[in-house]
């Protein structure tokens, strides 16, 4: 079965402007979540959505913002780029309600460059 | 605070030989622990998902071990190849009534030469 699909795969942005990235999960998964990956800061949560419905929410400003739709789908958008939102934005699916010890499969990233 | 420490930080080996590689977390309450690969450019690979009650698990060369109770987890790698170069990230899972958040440690890159 298909995999994680993460678009773009890289996109370069200027300071000030905002950009949306796309996640199509596994067919079936209902559970989306978002990762920001730096070289200093490592794997960092964003947020998780579970049936349209942001469920979880890590330590970022408001900024950072997603969405899912009915088909599972998600998105999330940054707005107002920083410099220092430069990384590899990753997300993740799985099949789990609220158990845990479902696997998560990542998609492959989208590399943002903020310039 | 729940944390995820992982050691050493990189690592350099000869193709053929072993390593094993730490995680130490301090995270509650505690769900399952993950191992991925992450290759430069990709997204994380899983390896092996652990729960309380297991002690060991294997994924062909990768046997990784979980000590519920000092909290330390351990992968070891089996007869390395140069495909085996990559990052290594431990991962605990906390489940709470918000659902399940994700702990990452910041990873440990391997070096694998000829």
């Known amino acids: 079965k298909a995999g994680v699909t993460q678009t773009p795969r890289y996109l370069i942005k200027t300071r000030g402007q905002q950009v949306t990235l796309s996640c199509s999960p596994i067919s079936g998964h209902r559970s989306v979540s978002w990762y920001q990956q730096t070289p200093g800061q490592g794997l960092q949560f964003l947020f998780e959505?579970?049936?349209?419905?942001?469920?979880n929410k890590g330590n970022f400003p408001g900024r950072f913002s997603g969405r899912q739709f009915s088909n599972s789908r998600s998105e999330m958008n940054v707005s107002t780029l920083e410099l220092g939102d430069s990384a590899l934005y990753l997300c993740?699916?799985?099949?789990?309600?609220?158990?845990?010890?479902?696997?998560?499969?990542f998609g492959s990233g989208t590399r943002l460059t903020v310039v | 605070k729940n944390q995820v420490e992982q050691s050493p930080q990189s690592l350099i080996i000869l193709e053929g030989k072993n390593c094993t590689l730490q995680?130490?977390?301090?995270?509650?309450?505690?769900?399952?622990l993950r191992w991925y690969k992450q290759d430069t450019g990709r997204g994380p690979v899983s390896l092996t998902i652990m729960t309380f009650s297991e002690n060991t698990k294997s994924n062909g060369r990768y046997t990784a071990t979980l000590d519920a109770d000092t909290k330390q987890s351990s992968l070891h790698i089996t007869a390395s190849q140069l495909s085996d170069s990559a990052s290594y990230i431990c991962?605990?899972?906390?489940?709470?009534?918000?659902?399940?958040?994700?702990?990452f440690g910041k990873g440990t890159t391997l070096s694998v030469s000829s």
């Open positions: 991962v605990v899972s906390v489940s709470g009534q918000a659902g399940t958040a994700l702990i």
């Open positions: 995680c130490n977390y301090t995270v509650s309450p505690f769900s399952n």
């Open positions: 993740a699916s799985s099949s789990s309600g609220r158990r845990a010890n479902y696997g998560y499969t």
């Open positions: 959505y579970f049936s349209e419905t942001q469920r």
